[in-house]
């Protein structure tokens, strides 16, 4: 992104109004013509729209639309919704959106550009988190504080379960909000997603990571340990309240390479294998001979781990204990977070001991998707973790349906 916004092209966008997109698939393929926002040539003036989520029916309205004639440039989900806003016979651009909206199902929270009016819409279960915020006479839309933070503009608020917000001529409007449904808030934002510096579903990133880092500790204890340690850096407030709890050393035996980016979220299988081993270093002088623990946010499909857990241990550690500050993943997510398919699930399909053989660690702990819910605070029905614990929030369709999980078979083992 730093490299693409320089100040010659900045210095080329004139205008006052603008979105835009860092984009990860998750339906859809990695291709230029899969990158957001999606334009649109519109009878009310050009379009532009930018989706974090996925539309669980995206597949059964997709094969209406082009039953019907329309003609697809891409193959995102979020394509889907200017089909369907184009396609609406109300006369103003809000009941056009709302009816493309009464349409779709799954997780949604949206910008949207119609001539020089901005609109900002989260999906009735609010799935994924949207911000407004001020910056001197103008208002920015973000999915984090941060972004906000960066560019030193005011968080306003954030935006709650269905709202839909229209800003136009320097004035926010509040307009009706969506049909209600019970709030799902991703509790993997919390854990992983979202940056720690940010404030998201009302809660503070960092202090609840460091909450599932205590939890961790009391949970999953390592008896005579030497010290502890993050696999950098999102699992880093979580090794500091593991840390905290556990009265143990606080060591910092990881190096980032920060010209890498998180392996977890790479699409290839290659290609995250490779960046692994170019993206962490250890520091012998911190781990050997030492019985350590190992801290991370989440084991997806054991790729980073494995190798992880080779480097420490030929950097001469005498035991590894590895400790996970989320339960095991066990189903994909259908709302916007890469998971796919169970078979690219470790947890899915192999106990906790099996795991714990494939990492080559001495000791293999999770954390209970109970005290996930504790750290996380507040009511705990609030938060989807369907990955989790497969209990979807939506109707799944069939063709999605395959992918639907079994339970975890256990949360940890020792050798």
Known sequence: VAEIFNEQIIAGLPGDVAIAHTRYSTAGTS?????????????????????????????????????????FQTSSDSEVLVHLIARSEAREPEDQLLDALERVEGAYSLVITVGRTLYAIVDPRGFRPLWLGRLGAGHVVASETCAFDLIGAKAVRELQPGDFVRIRD?????????????????????????RPDSTIFGRSVDRVRRALGRELAREQPTPGADCVFSVPDSSNAMALGYAEEAGLKLEHALIRNHYIGRT??????????????????????????????????????????????????????????????????????????????????????????????????????????????????????????????????????????????????ATAVTL
């Open 264 to 409: 977890f979220i790479h699409p290839a299988q290659q290609i995250r294998s490779s960046a692994v081993k170019i993206k962490f270093n250890p520091v012998r002088e911190v781990l050997e001979g030492k019985k350590v623990v190992v801290v991370d946010d989440s084991l997806v499909r054991g790729t980073t781990s494995k190798e992880l857990v080779q480097m420490i241990r030929q950097a001469g550690a005498r035991e590894v204990h590895f400790r996970v500050a989320s339960a095991p993943i066990t189903g994909p997510c259908h709302y916007g977070i890469d998971t796919p398919t169970r078979e690219e699930l470790i947890a899915a399909s192999h106990s906790v001991d099996e795991i714990r053989a494939h990492l080559g660690v001495e000791s293999l702990g999770y954390l209970s998707l109970d005290g996930m819910l504790r750290a996380a605070g507040g009511d705990p029905g609030e938060f989807c973790h369907a990955c989790f614990s497969g209990d979807y929030p939506t109707t799944i369709p069939e063709g999605l349906a395959a992918n639907r999980h079994a339970a975890p078979l």
């Open 170 to 194: 320097g004035t926010v409007e509040r307009l009706p909000s969506l049909p209600p449904k019970p709030a799902r808030r991703c509790v993997f934002e919390l854990v992983y997603f979202s």
């Open 31 to 71: 291709v230029l013509a899969n990158a957001q926002p999606v334009l649109a040539g519109y009878r009310e003036g050009p379009l532009a729209l930018a989706h974090n989520g996925n539309l669980t029916n995206a597949v059964q309205l997709r094969s209406d639309l082009v039953a019907k004639g329309s003609i």
